[in-house]
Each structure stands twice: as structure tokens, then as C-alpha cells.
């Protein structure tokens, strides 16, 4: 290989280097950052003088092969199946599970936090990392015998960007730089002009065949691990909703069975479509079959125990001492999970901020880790944060604050005290509820009477966006700055609090497009402070998650997010 045929080293993987080495960015945040800009993950690992802890293949984003694997068998997983329909608007982790076999990823941000190539072959930035390169394998198949191609990137990152899909990919930081506001040419109920965001003309360029561009309005280093949030599946170029009636994919499996409440059944590709040999990019998987079946979160291990399934998505913290007497493997991750008691700003009373600051000062945050989940997990500080984000600032401890809360209530024209209902679903588990009623006992000594409306987790997500006071579970994701985004964001969709603030959304842009991670940290003291002192939640804890596979079970993965990759896991028979 000469000089010039070697890859270009982005200018800010030197000044990460130089960061690093001078002591202002830890190694694997290093290595995180190198990967983002272009780096192979096994180069960056070496660059930064770290032992990786996720051994890939050489060009794939899988684990490496097993020389012990069988090939065969169906993996019996306990989980709750859910409808299929459009990847853009999925909601659930559980229903990107089920799709996660049979569409598949530009890119594949492993447990180690490190983002590697997937669909897309390589990337590279432009130094002022505000043009992104995505260059996609060749070869890669899709189920109806076409390849993978440009139009199909250009194809789903428009319809991300279309307000009548209402995607909450728009809220990424990625698409949120490639979209503007204009006049929709309807009426709000005021008669001004409805404004909606959309794709700023140019921004999605087709290079050729297989290579696609992002021109983005402003700098983001976060594009390859915005493009592995679980709605970012790419889709064929004439995909229809729902995708559970013309299940077309690129990856190794493909849906032969959906019934909504009871089982997901997904069956490995041997032929195409129309019946000539399907080959799959990916490398060599094991499994035959891959089957859901639907169980609640508290039924699972149940499931488990009695040899139903082999494997399951989760159990609760209350159900740790059965799956310890189990014969299995239990995996526990520490996450980013966690569950907002968010108060919907624009609703009264909770467009008053006194009464949101007198019922966060109510509550006593640092409870609930040894109440909740036995002195595991982390505690939380209501500002969507997490101490395992590379990015967060510890602020000052929040205090219970008692007669504080009287004060406020009072000042807010609520001397006697107020009533209040919170709706919970538990659509993580009974912990949401024990979380409420924590709260519930805690609120009660400032004069605030908090009802609890416990309702099925069906219907709490068809309200979670809409109720004036709602428990809503946030699942984990690597970055801070990330879910602040989709959350957080002026008129994002998932921003169920409709909190608005372009002061927030001006630091929270400087703190995306700071790469010294300890002036990043200082930037988001900002961040979190704007956001917390809004008192737009009570935020107690991020939660541990738990799992188990059975012995005969090799191979399954531990995420953080609990995305199910299962290319090479296989099972005794």
C-alpha cells in the first residue's frame, strides 16, 4: 500500500490523541472517539493502548466465530411480542428485537460503547465535522434478491426526516442538523402559521451507487451511533407498512409468523424470494429458527424455570433470588435506563414552575437505589444524565428540601397543600409503581396528595406523550448529549414535556460539538443545570438490568440497551 492509498486519519484523532496523552480524555473514550471518526475499532484499540472487550472479525461487527459452535436449533426466547409496522416509528425495544435479525444497521455500537461499520462498509468525516461519507458494502443481499444500494439510505433517512412519518430519529442530533422549520400551510387554533421541520433541500447527496453524503448545518461527531438507534433500521426502497406483511430484510433471518400477544417466529434465509440462493453478508450464523414468545415482565422467569424458553429478556430485582436457585447464567448490566415522573410543562398545574420545584423538592432522589433495587444502580439527579455518559458533570447533590416545598406551593396559590394524579404503566415492571408510591409517601409530608393511576402498559403508551403527569420508562443509550436530544430538544417528537428552551439548545449544540472530553463535562454543567433547575421531572435512578440463558445457550449477549443481536449465538441440542 503506498501513502496515498492509505486511509486519511481524521485531524481530531490526533488532537484526541494528544487529549488523551496529556491526560484530558481517558483511553476509551479514546477509542470511541477514534472509531467515530473513521478508525477501525482494532486500530483505535491499538491507538489507544487498550485491550479490547469485544473481540470482533476482522471486517464485521460480530463477535468472532466459536470453534465449539453446532450449527441448528430454535432459540426460545421470553418476551413481550409486539405489532411490526413501520422501524421509523417503533417505540419498544422488544419490537426492534424482533426485527433486529431481518433488517439491519448502517453501523453497530457493541456493548464496549465502540461504533463499527454494519451496512455501511466505512465512513469519513470532513474536519470541520459537518459532511459525512458513508461508503456501503457491496454484495449485500436483500431477501427479494435485489442489493443493498444508495437509494436506500437516501429512501429511509428521508422519510426519518418527514413530519407525516413522525419519526423520533428527527430529534437525533444527525437529522435535527439537516432539518428546518417552515410554515406547513395550516392554522394553529390561534390562526398563526403551523410550523413543521423538514429536510433542508441538499442535505442527503447520492455520490454513486454506494456511497451516500450528509451535509449537516452544523458540526456532530455523534453521526455512526445516531444511525444504531433502534428506529434507524433500514428498510427496502419500496418499503409499505407494515413491515410484518412484506417482511424484506437484509439480515440472516426473516419473519414467518406474527401473532400480536403471543409469538414472533423468525426463520434462517436460504433462498430469496423468488427462489434463487440467498447469501448473507454477515458471516456465518448458527441458529435455524429464532421464536418470541410473549411474556410479561414478571412472567419470564417463570418461563424460564419451567422450561418454556431458553433464554429471556428480563426479570426484576424482587425476582433475583428465584433465578439465583435456577440453572442458567445470570447477566447484569449497568445501564442508562431510567424512569421520568415528567410533568408536562404546558398543563396546569404544571405550567406553574412552583408547583414542578415544590414537588421535586418533595422528593429525596437518593432513596430509591436501596428501596428499589437493593443498592444497585445509580442514582439519579433529574436532568437525564447518566454517571456511566462519558459526558456528565456531577452537580451539587439534590437535598430533600420539605419546607421548601410548602413555601413554593403556597407562593403558587396552594396554601392547603395540592392533588395531584401521576399515571403510571409499568411498562418495565412493578418497580414503576413502587417508584410511585415511594414518591407518593415522600410528598405527602409537603402537602401534596399523589394519586396513582396504574393502567395497562398498552394503554400508558397511548397516552405517555399526552398526560399531564406520567412515569415513562427512557431506555439506555451510549451518549447523554443523545438522549437529551430526542427528549429534550424545542418540538421534537419525543419531547413529552414540551419543554422549550433555546438556551438549552444552544449549549447543549456547543457541548455535541466539544471534543476535549473535560471541557465537554464543563459544558454540560450548563446543560444538566438548565434542565434540572426547569424542575420538569423527578428523575430517581438509572436502573441495573437483568437477565438469564439457560445452559444450553452459548454465546448470548449482554447490552445495556438490550438490543438482541444474535448472529453467533447457538444452542446444544
Known amino acids: 500500500m503506498t501513502n496515498s492509498d492509505k486511509p486519511r486519519l481524521h485531524p481530531k484523532v490526533r488532537e484526541a490523541k494528544d487529549l488523551m496523552e496529556r491526560g484530558r480524555m481517558d483511553r476509551r473514550e479514546f477509542v470511541r472517539i477514534a472509531a467515530l471518526l473513521g478508525v477501525s475499532a482494532g486500530a483505535a484499540y491499538a491507538m489507544g493502548g487498550v485491550t479490547p472487550s ?267 433470588e428465584l433465578a439465583e436457585a435456577l440453572e442458567g447464567e445470570i447477566i447484569e448490566a449497568r445501564t442508562a435506563q431510567t424512569l421520568c415522573c415528567r410533568m408536562q410543562i404546558t398543563q396546569k398545574p404544571f405550567d406553574d414552575i412552583r408547583v414542578r420545584q415544590a414537588v421535586v423538592a418533595a422528593v429525596d432522589n437518593s432513596v430509591f437505589r436501596d428501596l428499589v433495587f437493593q443498592g444497585r444502580g445509580d442514582i439519579a439527579e433529574n436532568h437525564h444524565v447518566s454517571p456511566i ?42 418497580w414503576h409503581q413502587t417508584v410511585a408510591e415511594i414518591m407518593r409517601d415522600q410528598m405527602k409530608d409537603a402537602g401534596i396528595k399523589l394519586n396513582i393511576n396504574v393502567m395497562p402498559a398498552s394503554k400508558y403508551w397511548e397516552v405517555w406523550d399526552k398526560t399531564p403527569f406520567g412515569a415513562t420508562a427512557w431506555t439506555h443509550r451510549p451518549l447523554g448529549t443523545m438522549v437529551l436530544s430526542l427528549g429534550y430538544r424545542t418540538g421534537v417528537p419525543w419531547n413529552e414535556t414540551l419543554f422549550a428552551s433555546p438556551e438549552f439548545d444552544a449549549a447543549l449544540d456547543d457541548a455535541e460539538a466539544t471534543l476535549d472530553t473535560e471541557a465537554r463535562r464543563e459544558k454540560m454543567k450548563t446543560v444538566e443545570s438548565i434542565l434540572q433547575d426547569a424542575a420538569v421531572m423527578v428523575q430517581p435512578i438509572w436502573r441495573p438490568v437483568f437477565t438469564i440463558a439457560g445452559t444450553r445457550v452459548h454465546g448470548y449477549p449482554p447490552h445495556p440497551t438490550q438490543y438482541h443481536q444474535f448472529n453467533k449465538v447457538w444452542v446444544d441440542s
Open 54 to 320: 469485544f473481540a470482533q472479525q476482522a471486517d464485521l461487527p460480530f463477535p468472532q466465530d466459536d470453534g465449539m459452535a453446532k450449527e441448528g436449533g430454535i432459540l426460545r426466547v421470553a418476551m413481550q411480542v409486539q405489532k411490526m409496522e413501520d422501524p421509523a416509528t417503533y417505540s419498544w425495544v422488544e419490537m426492534s428485537n424482533q426485527t433486529r435479525h431481518m433488517l439491519e444497521h448502517l453501523t453497530f455500537t457493541t456493548p464496549d460503547n465502540v461504533t463499527r461499520p454494519m451496512l455501511a462498509e466505512s465512513w469519513e468525516a470532513s474536519d470541520d465535522l459537518k459532511t459525512w461519507t458513508f461508503k456501503l458494502r457491496q454484495g449485500v443481499m436483500w431477501h427479494n434478491g435485489d442489493e443493498l444500494n444508495a437509494d436506500d439510505i437516501i429512501f429511509n433517512m428521508t422519510r426519518w426526516m418527514d413530519p407525516g412519518i413522525g419519526s423520533s430519529n428527527i430529534g437525533l442530533s444527525t437529522f435535527a442538523s439537516m432539518v428546518e422549520e417552515v410554515e406547513s400551510g395550516e392554522k394553529n387554533d390561534d390562526g398563526t402559521p403551523k410550523k413543521v421541520k423538514k429536510m433542508i433541500p441538499g442535505s442527503l447527496e447520492k455520490v454513486d451507487d454506494y456511497t451516500v453524503r450528509l451535509n449537516l448545518s452544523k458540526p456532530v461527531l455523534s453521526v455512526p451511533e445516531d444511525l444504531y438507534n433502534y428506529p434507524t433500521a433500514i428498510v427496502h426502497r419500496g418499503f409499505k407498512p407494515p413491515l410484518s406483511d412484506n417482511p424484506n430484510g437484509t439480515g440472516a433471518y426473516t419473519l414467518t409468523n406474527l401473532k400480536v400477544g403471543e409469538r414472533c417466529e423468525l426463520k434462517r434465509v436460504t433462498e430469496t424470494t423468488d427462489g434463487k440462493p440467498f447469501t448473507y453478508w454477515g458471516g456465518k450464523v448458527y441458529l435455524d429458527d429464532i421464536h418470541y414468545y410473549n411474556f410479561d415482565e414478571d412472567n419470564q422467569l417463570t418461563a424460564f424455570a419451567s422450561g418454556d424458553v431458553d433464554a429471556i429478556y428480563e426479570f426484576g430485582i424482587e425476582q433475583f
Open 389 to 430: 455518559h462519558p459526558e456528565y458533570y456531577e452537580l451539587p447533590e439534590l437535598k430533600r428540601d420539605v419546607e421548601k416545598a410548602k413555601k413554593l406551593l403556597a407562593d403558587a396559590g396552594y396554601p392547603d397543600g395540592i392533588e395531584l394524579t401521576i399515571d403510571v404503566g409499568n411498562t418495565d415492571g412493578p
